[in-house]
């Protein structure tokens, strides 16, 4: 039976939407549209129709939402961007785009499901008034069902927002509605003080909840570890102080049973690869596998998915022509040497984000 890819992490952006996001500059090199119609080229390579028993197909994605400039509360900055960014979804979804948006109406299958910024540090009280509103602009039949959960991007706030108390009663109400929360972490950039906030957050926020309501918290691109070691070799990594405290504190998130890890945002953290020499996969494998055996060694397969973090995978992949196609074959020969089962494959490809985000393929 084919293996059905379920791209956990991707964002979408006309160009008529540019000024509207918060990391928008003149030099940006994801300034310019990034649309179904660019996300169709790059994943090219992927068949979308069941060929082989044995071979994997692309069936969708799950979007997230693409950083606009926003505000917790109403006023200020603000929370319309973002609604219009989920107004972009909803057409994309029903099949009517507005001239310049770049998706098609047989585009409108292969959104699986939405993941729309909210504004989590307001708590249950801003939540509830937002995702009304949300609700209002997903008012089309089968659209508001695609809207699996939020994202509150924390990698760019300062210390102590992850630990506020909107923060968890914020997760406490995703919990029980049943919506998920993608969280954005940077051990690299940002600090590994964000994981050790990360950590604290989720004890707080699942203690004293029943089980039921325990809120499934999807952790983004591995939590962008420090790829970039100067010596890469596994005896240098796996003693060095980052990999360490990086190891510790994901260890610390997979005690967790409703926590997951995206396979993804890779190319971010790696020294950038060439748009024309092709790179050698087994030895980018190599380098990032002792964060990655981490990974599957504490989480299991079974909690484990992949995602592409397209188009902003293009930057350090080597361009919208090959990034995706070189990323899924980096977890590909990842899986392989993990000696995954067929069953874990096909979890790791997209069964596990279906099940994560309750989505329908």
Not at 319 to 324: C, H, L, R
Request: net charge negative; hydrophobic share 40%; proline share 6%.
């Amino acid at each position: 039976m084919a293996i059905p890819i379920v791209d956990s992490h991707i964002h979408l952006f006309p160009k008529s939407h540019l000024s509207t996001l918060a990391w928008y500059g003149p030099e940006s090199p994801l300034g310019s549209q990034h649309s179904i119609d660019e996300y169709r080229l790059a994943t090219s390579s992927a068949s979308t129709i069941p060929e082989t028993a044995d071979s994997t197909y692309l069936r969708g994605f799950i979007f997230l939402e693409t950083d606009r400039i926003s505000s917790v509360e109403e006023t200020g900055k603000g929370w319309s961007h973002a609604l219009d960014e989920v107004s972009l979804l909803t057409r994309i979804i029903t099949g009517t785009p507005i001239q310049g948006e770049g998706h098609r109406d047989v585009d409108q299958d292969l959104c699986l499901g939405v993941v729309p910024w909210a504004p989590v540090p307001g708590g249950s009280t801003a939540l509830q008034k937002y995702m009304d509103l949300v609700r209002e602009r997903t008012k089309t039949e089968g659209v508001w069902k695609k809207i699996r959960g939020v994202r509150y991007l924390v990698q760019d706030k300062p210390r102590g927002v992850m630990l506020e108390d909107g923060v968890v009663e914020g997760l406490k109400w995703l919990g029980k509605e049943k919506l998920v929360f993608d969280l954005g972490v940077d051990a690299r950039q940002g600090g590994l003080w964000q994981l050790r906030e990360a950590v604290e957050m989720m004890k707080r926020a699942y203690d004293g909840v029943e089980e039921a309501d325990e809120v499934v918290i999807v952790i983004n691109h591995l939590c962008k570890p420090n790829l970039r070691l100067p010596d890469a070799s596994p005896a240098s990594v796996t003693t060095h102080p980052d990999f360490l405290e990086w190891s510790s504190l994901v260890t610390a998130m997979a005690q967790y049973p409703r926590t997951y890890m995206k396979l993804s945002g890779g190319f971010s953290e790696l020294p950038p690869l060439s748009s024309h020499a092709e790179p050698d996969m087994a030895s980018i494998v190599e380098r990032i596998r002792p964060w990655t055996d981490v990974v599957f060694d504490v989480f299991g397969a079974e909690r484990v998915m992949f995602g592409s973090d397209w188009p902003v995978c293009n930057v350090g992949g080597g361009g919208n022509e090959v990034s995706w196609r070189r990323w899924t074959s980096v977890v590909e020969n990842m899986l392989e040497q993990r000696r995954l089962t067929d069953e874990e494959k096909r979890g790791v490809w997209g069964g596990v984000a279906v099940k994560a985000y309750g989505v329908e393929i």
